[in-house]
């Protein structure tokens, strides 16, 4: 590797005095969500690793348009930042709890799924007081720097500089490594610093965005149409209480915490509502403990390994490890509607459809959407009339192409134009780059199902970091399942099925303190 330094922002090496800026962070994270949380997490138990995570909001929340009163995150509390790799690392569950004076409340309590709220407010404590995050910064581009054999990241302040870790200024004791220089002189249109960062390494933790179907998309993209995604369905929940009828599509369990808030919320034997979803029923989530071990590193390990053609059929089949619904959500449904039933005259005013798709949609009066339905099984078709519509159609990995755009050549890519990543979570990439990307839930197509599970967060940050060490830094289970899911053992490959001839062209690091 190259020992040249990139050039100086403010000016020449002698001419002006080394800032943080100058030194390259050895791994920049875009994006700070769970999953890219965990990683600095765990990386500030390796002081010898310089890391810096830029964020384009201005703090940290997950998902704040489903924190619904109750609802909770589909996995044990255990599968919280770090715990899994570093039980004893400053930043568990039981460490904000301990902090918050709620272990014993906790404890007592004897639950072991918490509150999604809970769960963000966790998140955020660690964020807040966590070095090396900086909010309120947008990457706009990334580039390989050819000479330096460093990645150039140039970035854009949002808001105003804070004082406090999540903003990137220190905690007391640690260095803000990555902080970027901002110029005097240099801004945007709207006055905004513009800086630059070097990495010798980069993770992509952008996380995922609302997905909304194609004939739906013209009501959700108009204004004043009121067809929104889940993920806001805070925001106008009082609205949605007050509209007449409202049909909510999707059959995942983002759409079942939906329909039964508002089905406990609207006046009895006046429910105006309807449940609508393409899966042929309202299926429960796979939760079997054999069938949980498909959330292993075992089997991560072992779908990693399979040939691209067999991981493309295995994903769809198994849509019930991901996109069922919890046993405990679809009691409390069927338990609402019968107590409704049960202090009524009749039947409750909601109905639940299964295999049904949406064809068209459009506006047929001023307060008025219509919907034209098709039953998958039975071939019929059907034109339904509502209010508002909430589309609990779940989530697509965020397009990079732009961020990306100058390393785009240099991008290995399956049959189906999609990155190959390797076993270590990095992209494959052509030798010429000398440093490693990695991406953390954008790689479903080659680590399968667990990939977007929070269960599996703290193992792949540590997977990472190790991978980026000469030492590795955390010690992993060599087995974690009591399934083998193979004849051969998968163990840990660091080549890309399909093209086994590849070298992998990046070596550890071998960071010294500084």
């Known amino acids: 590797m190259s020992t040249a330094q990139p050039p100086n922002p403010a000016g020449s090496a002698d001419s002006a005095p080394a800032t943080a800026a100058d030194r390259p962070v050895d791994l920049a994270g875009i994006g700070i969500g769970p999953f890219n949380l965990s990683l600095a997490a765990l990386a500030h138990g390796v002081p010898a690793l310089r890391t ?28 919280d930042l770090v715990t899994l790799a570093d039980p004893g690392s400053p930043w568990t569950f039981l460490q904000y709890l301990k902090a918050h004076e709620r272990l014993f409340p906790f404890y007592i309590a004897e639950r072991f799924q918490i509150e999604r709220a809970e769960y963000d407010a966790y998140c955020r ?13 947008r990457v706009d581009a990334v580039r390989w720097d050819h000479e330096y054999e460093l990645f150039e990241i140039d970035l854009t302040r949002l808001g105003p500089a804070a004082d406090g870790p999540a903003s990137g200024a220190p905690a007391s004791g640690f260095p803000a490594f990555g902080a970027p220089a901002f ?64 049909t909510v599509i999707g059959s995942g369990q983002s759409g079942a915490e939906v329909f039964l808030d508002l089905l406990r919320n609207r006046p009895l ?26 959330f292993s590193p075992d089997y991560t390990r072992y779908f990693h390994t399979l040939p691209e053609p067999v991981r493309d059929q295995l994903l769809p089949r198994q849509w019930q490890l991901y996109k069922g619904i919890a046993h405990e959500t679809l ?26 798709t949406v064809r068209t949609a459009g506006r047929i009066a001023a307060a008025q959407l219509e919907l034209h339905l098709e039953h998958t099984e039975q071939g019929t078709r059907a034109r339904h009339t509502t209010e508002a519509v909430v589309l609990a159609t779940g989530y697509r990995e965020r397009r990079v192409d732009t961020l ?77 399942a009591f399934t083998a899911f193979g004849l051969q053992p998968s163990g840990r490959c660091g080549t890309v099925i399909g093209d086994p001839h590849l070298p992998d062209q990046r070596t550890p690091l071998t960071p010294t303190r500084t």
């Open 52 to 79: 810096a995570f830029y964020e384009q909001r201005p703090a940290f929340h997950w998902h704040p348009g489903l924190l619904i009163d109750g609802a909770t995150i589909q996995v044990p509390f255990l599968a």
């Open 125 to 137: 404590w660690v964020s807040e007081r966590l070095p090396g995050l900086h909010f309120d910064h």
């Open 183 to 246: 110029g005097a002189v240099r801004t945007d249109e709207e006055g905004r610093a513009l800086g630059r960062v070097y990495a010798r390494n980069l993770v992509l933790g952008v996380g995922t965005e609302p997905y909304v179907p194609e004939p739906l998309r013209p009501l959700a993209d108009a204004p004043n149409v009121p067809v929104l995604h889940s993920s806001d369905y805070l925001e106008h929940r009082e609205r949605l209480l007050a509209t007449g009828h409202v």
């Open 269 to 294: 034997g006046a429910e105006g509502l309807h449940w609508m979803a393409r899966t042929p029923a309202f299926a429960p989530m796979e939760y079997s403990k054999l069938g949980l071990e498909q």
């Open 331 to 356: 009691d409390a449904i069927h338990h609402e509607l019968y107590r409704r039933a049960l202090h009524s005259d009749g039947w409750p005013g909601a109905v639940l459809t299964p295999g049904v």
């Open 404 to 480: 990306l755009a100058a390393l785009d050549p240099y991008i290995r890519r399956d049959a189906s134009e999609r990155p190959r990543v390797d076993a270590e979570h990095r992209l494959v990439l052509d030798p010429m780059i000398k440093g490693s990307v990695y991406v953390q839930n954008a790689e479903r197509h080659t680590h399968g199902v667990g990939t977007p599970d929070l269960g599996l967060a703290a193992w792949r940050s540590a997977v990472i970091l190790n991978s980026l060490l000469a030492d590795p830094a955390y010690r992993l289970p060599s087995r974690t």
